[in-house]
């Protein structure tokens, strides 16, 4: 009997009576459900914060306290450089889908030096905050959620860099893209948490 | 592949790991020295001791089976990231060494209850507590990225044709599970970080001079463990209805409404969580009625286990049925904890906000539901797939042993406490608790007796190879991981038949083929 193995069975061999052959599925599709599972993972993690966030925020008197002014300027370079991010990830996953790894390596090495940027603007936004951890809750949070997100950035910015120069060594054929789409959920994922972040710690800073 | 990559190497290795967290957990709660006949009883659910014993020995040992049982089940190679998986183990025993340690290095972690409240200042730092916070956090995560790989392989690299609707009964547990767990645990996670950050750098979350929310933790806390240890119950349950069918020669019984009550287990998995948490007020009630619904699916479960053990065998089976076999004795053993925990469970629920949370009766339900029906089930499921993952039968005489000696202190330990909790339920006249709590420490010495027999049951035969020698299909088992030899080749299967039902063992001509070509 033939021990051969094939990719994913066609219909006619899954039929019931149908032949006992030897079956290798594709795990190719499984990268992004992976992915998409531990992002899923991710946003609950998030959510538990923002739980914890919004209940100290409801039972504080001023929110943010008295003499913590909220800027807008950094927020706003940094959710537009990771939408930006986002772009390039995106194209990256388009040119990976044509079989054009060049550009490829282009969009993540784009994405990635995006990504630098924004893991800068948060440092800084962190180091020049004026307050520390320990100041008052509003400065717990801010710590908190602006080094969930800068955690993320810093994870996946090297990844990136990794496709991209697995791209030029030809690494991702149009038939493999999976490592290609995971990254690029990832960094979209990413980007979903900071607009999540930014509503909380300054859309919805204020008490009404 | 690696051995290290080999899902069931990894799942022997997280088995192991738990047997021996089953043995720390218990050892911890033995009354001894100034405890010994003192009001010790077992402490909350998530006391220290009580920590080791969900998270060092009943995780592991469903991510143990998970992780070696469910690709076979579903015909899979191999899972889908296996380097991630051999990571994650690590992860995981870094993360256990110091949850074990934890108590070992500092007796403040001792007292510590989660369930009630979260530790602040001096407190929550230290050696003590800094173990317990960064390995229990090392553990959710190492089990989070565990429970995606095998959720993915289940989902993406079963073999064609099988649909979920045919999935065996353990794969579907698991599918259900482990999705509670991916969405529940990362709360834990989360809570965990935030008290870390309060002991360690002085954050303002759960506590402080400027405000924070002493409140919001042990609520976080519960939203997490309330889903997560109840994945473990949905796994159990899954492995039963796997088992019984095989030893009593018939198909299950309703598989469809099996399934669907642990689907629906792991919807409700979320509905009870605020139960335990007082400072909820009137909004407990609501949360208590969800509680009280979860258990409507396991009695589902249980009373079609028990349809299938009361049939008549199949006329096509070709093997008498034997109920008297060591895997089938713990189910049936089994169902005599799972009946005490849910009649315990409907008590607690009913009394949401009555005093059945404080004092015994709330942490003996636990205990029953999430410790005592995932502790029996194991020893079932152990029995069973043993001589599949490593060619050996478990001793027989040694585990019947144990499971007498897990299943009696189970009853002796819990029984006792639900009876004094039960007096304050009920308002009646007061027990003396004395006799009564003595008769529970010797429920405990008990289940310490069992768990290590367990323990070196297991390690014996995995690890040293005593126990007879198994052969493809010692039991007539009814699906995949039974059509492979024991134990399986690095890449599984040679060959896989074509998939017809949830039961392919049972079905021409699959039979005849495989066996030619695993003979």
Known sequence: MSTATRSRATPAEAEPGGPVVAVLPSGDRAMSVGTMLLVAADFVVLGAILAAYFSVKGSSQAWPPEGVEVGTYIPTVVTITAVLGSFAAQWALYAA??????????????????????????WSALTEAGFGVASHPYGTFYFLLFGYHLVHVLAIVPLMGLVAGRAVAGHFPASRVGGVRATAIAWHASTGLWYLIVTALFLLSRHA | MTAL????????????????????????????????GSARGFQGLFSASGIILMFVFVLPTWLGIAS???????????????????????????????????????????????????????????????????????????AVATMVNILTTLLQL????????????????????????????????ATLVMLFIDSHYGGQTFGGDEGGNPLMGPRLFWFGVTPFAWSLVIASLGAMAEIVPVFARRALVSPAR?????????????????????????ARVLLALGA????????????????????????????????KAMPVLAVLGGLTVVGLALLAGAVAALNATGPSRAGYFGPATHHLLYFGIPTVASVAATHYWAPKLWGRHLNDSVGKLSLAALIGGLHVTFLPLLVLGFSEVTGGAAIEPGPLLGISNLGTYLLGLGAVLFAVNLLTSAVAGWGRQAGVDPWGGHTLEWA??????????????AIVSATPLLDPPAVAELEAANS
Do not use: C, Y
Request: charged content about 10%.
């Open chain 2, 68 to 142: 070696a049982v469910g690709p076979l089940q579903v015909g899979a190679r191999r899972v889908a990231f296996p380097r991630a998986h051999s990571f994650g183990f690590g992860l995981f025993a870094a993360g256990a060494a110091m949850v074990v340690a934890a108590p070992l290095v500092s007796d403040d972690v001792r007292t510590w209850n989660l369930g009630v409240a979260m530790p602040s200042g001096a407190e929550a730092s230290g050696p003590g507590p800094d173990l317990l916070i960064l390995g229990l956090i090392l553990v959710a995560v190492a």
């Open chain 1, 97 to 122: 889908r044509r079989n054009d790894q060049r550009n490829v390596a282009i969009g993540f090495s784009l994405a990635a030096f995006f990504g630098l940027a924004v893991a800068n603007a948060e």
């Open chain 2, 5 to 36: 990559s080999d899902h069931k190497t990894i799942g022997k290795l997280f088995m192991a790991l738990a047997a021996m967290g089953l043995v720390v957990g218990i050892a911890l709660n033995l009354p001894v020295g100034p405890q010994a």
């Open chain 2, 292 to 323: 009280l619904a979860a258990l409507a699916p396991v009695a589902s479960v249980v009373l079609n286990l028990l349809a299938t053990i009361g049939g008549e065998a199949s006329k096509e089976s070709s093997q008498p049925r034997d109920l």
């Open chain 2, 258 to 282: 099996s399934a669907g009550a642990l689907g629906a287990l792991g919807v409700l998995a979320f509905a009870g969580w605020g139960a335990e948490v007082t400072s909820l007020g009137s």
């Open chain 2, 484 to 497: 492979t030899t024991s134990p399986p080749p690095p890449h599984n299967f040679d060959l896989i038949p």
């Open chain 2, 158 to 189: 079963r073999t064609p044709a099988m649909a979920l609707r045919r999935m065996p009964m353990f794969a579907w547990s698991t599918v259900v599970s482990s999705s509670v767990m991916v969405l529940a645990l990362p709360v834990l996670i």
